[in-house]
């Protein structure tokens, strides 16, 4: 049931094959003139490693983002000494090999409580009005001139001066920081500069180290944002590098189960590649930088690139030509990367810089896979019959049967599961996908305390003056002897009452992120529609070519609550995924169908081939990122195993049973 509009695609497309077959030179020629200008472009594209561009932030976000990551503090590594004694003594030692070592920690106590809001704990603000009366801000008063005449006391001053009227108690910062010395060196680079830093850092390592062995009791360490950066880019790489390695053995292997001639493989590896370097060339044309997560997470859409080569070879083995597979062949395969494009094109509007980039990427390297599968590997292609070996697929209907009404029934479920308890589906919280020991975590929490909701902070103050509070403080400080500037730091935070910190930012626009996760969901599943109903030009049509992945959503929203995963910055890209890579599967099954319900032929086998080796490779190559170490790459390894594996499931079995009872219920002949 191809419509006319996918005749004349066809028919245009064949006319262009047979000219080229008679031909070869312009071919020839054609190709390297297109190949050298995309080498060019991909060789100045430059790469950076911030996981801060996958936040959707405005340009003032951006301009405030950048403002807080270049202050002193946001770029500060800090040495801790543990133990019981000789703590000072190996402070020295470091200091001699570590001339701009700083241990005054009057200027992070400074830094600590200039971020005031975020320390107050949540029952304090339940009680602010009542620590606010002159009676309470008496009695505060005086407790901290108690405790300045107490000998020794110089290193509270600054608390005292941020923090007068006690909002925050300092035992509750006493107990982490004892048996504790510190001190600490401001890096020239922010922290997200890990190449500059990851030199720094490691030869900190190496003092850290000797010194250790100097005072083998003493427990020494680094710790800081540049720490963290540099760990979580080395993670990042090390994570690549081993699970590409075991994903191409084991697709590799795939391959040259599937494909006994190694020509058929190489044609795959070619096909994807070219488009590779299409989808990069693009992106230079776009942006001179790209984050390398970007690319890295690209790698998943080699499953479904890998879709076009596959459809077309493993075809060929039922074609007595390369031109009658093509024919055959041409009009699924083009409809599928339309809509895949589609959805991946939903990305581009996004304020997140790396997921525009993302979506620039992945639909031109789609783009760039279709052409070369249509002009470029017909050309290539054995004219005798590729030679397959089938992997193990059910086709007794009984068994088929009984497998789809098993589906409809846990759909059914699970709808029933999430309407019951439907849960949180985001995770707002960063450092959840940032790489850390169990040691850095405790570590980063004595220099990055956050006990409560700074946005009651600037709530509290919309509605009350601060000008009454500060000539409140003013009028008993002057009668207890304190200058009248002894408290400005507090009273500019109660001023600015903005809470400026980098958290705050990030908080904000992860939030946003959250909503843009609908909205990927929604205009993924507009576009593909839409354009299923454009392709097949039926409504019907389009609705069974498109159930499949709603009932896929279900399952992958309950199953993800039921185990407790959430979606993040860095997986939400799963939502373009599971759109552009089930609607590949379910287009090739609904034309399956439509062709053997129109010649009595069977094709489905052929295309249940090509859309099972599409899938294992594309469950190999991104769902070994499930045994990364990285926490944001694991996650999406474990999404992809989940979301790809139902995905598969629904493709196979409902356009079959939705087919069936369509055309029973019209009468289609």
């Given amino acids: 049931m191809m419509n006319a509009d996918s005749r004349m695609l066809t028919s245009e497309c064949l006319h262009i094959y047979d000219w080229f077959c008679s031909h070869r030179r312009w071919w020839w020629g054609i190709g390297i003139v ?92 339940d009680r602010l009005d009542s620590l606010f009366t002159p009676e309470a801000i008496r009695a505060a008063l005086m407790e901290d001139k108690t405790i300045l005449s107490t000998p020794g006391s110089s290193a509270l001053t600054p608390v005292i001066q941020h923090d007068p009227l006690r909002l925050v108690r300092m035992s509750d910062f006493q107990a982490s920081l004892s048996g504790k010395t510190f001190a600490y060196i401001d890096t020239p680079n922010e ?36 720490v963290i950066a540099v760990g979580n880019a080395r993670r990042i790489k090390m994570d690549s590098a081993l699970c590409i390695a075991f994903s191409l053995v084991l697709i590799s292997a795939l391959l040259a189960y599937a494909f006994p001639r190694k020509r058929d493989i190489g044609l795959i590896l070619l096909s994807v590649s070219f488009g590779w370097l299409f989808g990069m060339a693009v992106l230079r044309i776009f942006t001179p930088t790209v984050s390398a997560i970007v690319l890295g997470i690209g790698s998943v859409l080699i499953g479904i690139a890998v879709n076009y080569p596959l459809h077309l070879l493993v075809h060929q083995r039922y074609t007595s030509s390369v031109r009658q597979t093509l024919e055959e062949v041409l009009s699924p395969l083009v409809i599928g990367n339309i809509t895949t494009v589609g959805a991946f094109l939903a990305l581009v509007p996004l304020q997140a810089t790396a997921m525009r980039h993302l979506g620039i990427f992945a639909a031109s390297m789609l783009i760039g896979t279709i052409l070369f599968c249509v002009f470029v590997l017909p050309h290539c292609m054995s004219a005798e019959p590729t030679p397959v070996r089938e992997l193990p697929i059910p086709h007794r209907s009984a068994s088929v049967k009984g497998f789809q009404y098993l589906v409809l029934v ?55 003056d601060p000008q009454i509070l500060i000539d409140h403080i003013q009028s008993e400080a002057s009668a207890l002897g304190f200058k009248s500037d002894a408290f400005e730091p507090f009273y500019t935070q109660i001023t600015n009452n903005k809470a400026p910190d980098i958290q705050m930012v990030n908080a904000r626009m992860v939030n946003n992120l959250g909503a843009d996760f609908d ?71 609904v034309e399956g169908l439509l062709y053997e319900h129109r010649t009595g032929k069977p094709i489905l086998p052929q295309y249940r ?24 790459m694991h996650s999406l390894g474990i999404l992809t195993l989940l979301g790809m594996s139902i995905v598969l499931i629904m493709a196979l079995t409902i356009p079959p049973l939705l087919f069936k009872l369509y055309t029973l219920w019209f009468n289609i002949k």
């Fill in 410 to 464: 846990l759909t059914l479920l699970f709808a029933c599961y999430l309407w019951w308890k439907p849960g949180e589906r985001f995770d707002t919280n960063l450092s959840h996908i940032n790489y850390m020991t169990a040691e850095q975590r405790a570590d980063i929490a004595l220099f990055d305390v956050r006990r409560g909701d700074a946005t009651r902070w600037t709530e509290y103050w919309k509605t009350h």
């Fill in 191 to 226: 922290a997200t500069e890990t190449k500059r830093n990851a030199a720094l850092v490691d030869s900190l390592t190496v003092i850290v180290a000797e010194v250790a062995h100097s005072y083998p009791h003493l427990h020494i360490r680094w710790i800081g944002a540049p």
């Fill in 34 to 125: 297109v190949l050298l200008p995309l080498i060019v472009l991909a060789a100045m594209l430059r790469y950076n490693e911030d996981i801060m561009d996958f936040l959707p932030a405005t340009p003032e976000e951006r301009e405030a983002l950048q403002h807080l990551r270049s202050q002193k503090a946001a770029s500060r590594i800090y040495l801790i000494i543990e133990g019981d004694s000789l703590r000072e003594d190996a402070l020295y030692t470091c200091a001699d090999r570590l001339p701009d070592l700083q241990w005054d920690m009057n200027d992070h106590i400074c830094e600590l409580y200039s971020r005031l809001p975020y320390l107050i704990s949540d029952s304090v603000y």
């Fill in 519 to 589: 909205y990927i969901g929604i205009c993924c599943s507009v576009i593909v529609f839409i354009f299923l109903w454009l392709s097949f030009r039926h409504f019907g049509l389009a609705l069974i070519a498109f159930i499949p992945m709603a009932l896929s959503w279900i399952w992958i929203l309950a199953l993800m609550q039921f185990f407790g995963l959430q979606f993040n910055i860095v997986n939400i890209i799963l939502a373009s995924f599971i759109f552009g890579q089930g609607d590949d599967y379910t287009i090739f099954i």
């Fill in 609 to 632: 081939q090509s859309i099972l080796l599409s899938a294992l490779i594309m469950l190999i190559g991104i769902g070994i990122l499930a045994f990364a170490v990285h926490p944001a």
